[in-house]
């Protein structure tokens, strides 16, 4: 018998997508959450000193996308061949190149400037990273609502998350994005995810 | 025999640990070539307008990292195992947190401002992620030179050429690391690499 144990702190940002994928899979695991005070003693357990870590068979593994693509692979949420895993590998990596313009926004400390930055992120930026998106998906998609191969992956655990932060910004923003949108209520109708949804803990971001 | 083809910039970017993973597996593709000047009339038959990009059997794969792992699984040199994988994915995604800072210091205009970039980024910012990089391979390298399990696979091929383009502008930048000069010099010494290399085009980046 395998373990699992997933250290974090007690939010779903970087960990999030870790668990979507143990409740997609219906898997046991230990959720370790850390409060900021807690994270202090811990530091220098992690090999980087950083979490999100994976503990599997109490070997420490860190980087939340290779924990993540780890996990999607031991319950086959990766795609179904190489070619397929390399496939949604691209989708993912088309999510962090939105997400990485839109960090330095929720890191910027002066609210006026932030407010700024948010509206033309919406404007100039968001739009060509959604399209991107709707574009891949309708590419590897095979014709249905999920982003490779007809099949739930983490992918599209990996967008519904990310989504929920921009909805944050702009709670209409799907409404141009048919497909995307449609995507997001597949995964949230999948039985397990629904029930993972409703019960997880209510956390800030 | 699936047939592949590789389109990029002519220069090795990020696309040379692509070409590296085909030279040491002894795999034929076909290696296109962009001048800044005829990529233009390219980018729109490009699934997000970007290269590198990948065709196997005709069918386009973008983002590099997705196809450097894709060719690394194909070619055996991904990691024995599903764990295995996950820890080369670690390394590979801790060497991109090490590259992130570097790009804007190649970007910058003003002569001053770029000055001090890089002094910064080689002076403190570069040292940490060059240390972790060493805790990895330390950790997950079965006392061996290479980064998993005494073997080679991409995350070496990663961080050899990545590497390369730091100690084009500081020359210096490895000598408080030995592990990963190590590192490099195993990969260097491996016979199709070394063919490889001798060979290959000299480019600007």
């Not at chain 1, 590419?139 to 490779?148: E, P, R, T």
Request: charged content about 30%.
């Amino acid at each position: 018998m395998s373990t699992y144990k997933l250290y974090y702190f007690n939010v779903r940002g970087r960990g999030e997508v870790a668990r979507l994928i143990f409740a997609a899979a219906d898997q046991k695991y230990e959720d370790i959450r850390y409060e900021r005070e807690e994270w202090v003693s811990h530091k220098s357990e992690m090999p980087l000193g950083q979490m999100p870590v994976l503990e599997y068979n109490g070997v420490k593994l860190p980087q939340s996308a290779a924990i993540n693509r780890f996990l999607a692979n031991q319950f086959h949420l990766a795609g179904k061949d190489n070619f397929d895993q390399a496939k949604v590998d691209a989708v993912v990596d088309t999510i962090n190149d939105m997400i990485s313009k839109y960090r330095p926004i929720r890191m910027e400390q002066d609210e006026a400037k932030q407010k700024e930055l948010t509206k033309t992120f919406l404007a100039d930026e968001l739009p060509k990273h959604l399209q991107n998106l709707e574009g891949l998906g309708k590419l590897y998609g095979s014709g249905g609502s999920f982003f490779v191969g007809n099949n739930l992956t983490w992918a599209d655990l990996y967008f519904y998350d990310i989504a929920q932060h921009i909805l944050e910004l702009d709670e209409n923003i799907f409404n141009n994005y048919p497909w995307l949108k449609e995507n997001r209520q597949q995964v949230e109708k999948q039985p397990k995810i629904a029930e993972y949804l409703k019960n997880r803990p209510k956390t800030s971001h | 025999m699936p047939s592949y083809k590789l389109t990029y910039f002519n220069g090795r970017g990020r696309a040379e640990v692509s070409r590296l993973i085909f030279a040491v597996a002894g795999e034929k593709f076909e290696d296109v070539r962009y001048e800044m000047d005829q990529w233009p009339a390219h980018k729109a038959e490009m699934p997000l307008g970007q290269i590198p990009v990948l065709e196997v059997d005709g069918v386009k794969l973008p983002q590099s990292a997705a196809i450097a792992r894709f060719l690394a699984k194909q070619f055996h040199l991904a990691g024995k195992d599903n764990f295995e994988q996950a820890k080369v994915d670690a390394v590979v995604d801790t060497i991109d947190d090490s590259f992130k800072g570097f790009v804007p210091t190649r970007f910058e205009k003003d002569e001053a401002k770029k000055e001090e970039l890089t002094k910064k980024y080689f002076g403190e910012e570069l040292p940490k992620h060059l240390q972790n990089l060493e805790t990895l391979g330390k950790l997950y390298g079965n006392g061996g030179h290479f980064f998993v399990g005494n073997q080679l696979t991409w995350a070496d091929l990663l961080f050899y050429t990545f590497a390369q383009a730091w100690i084009g502008v500081e020359a210096d930048c490895l000598n408080n690391f030995s592990w990963l000069k190590k590192n490099r010099a195993e990969v260097e010494k491996q016979p199709k690499i070394a063919e490889y290399l001798k060979n290959r085009p000299q480019t600007q980046f």
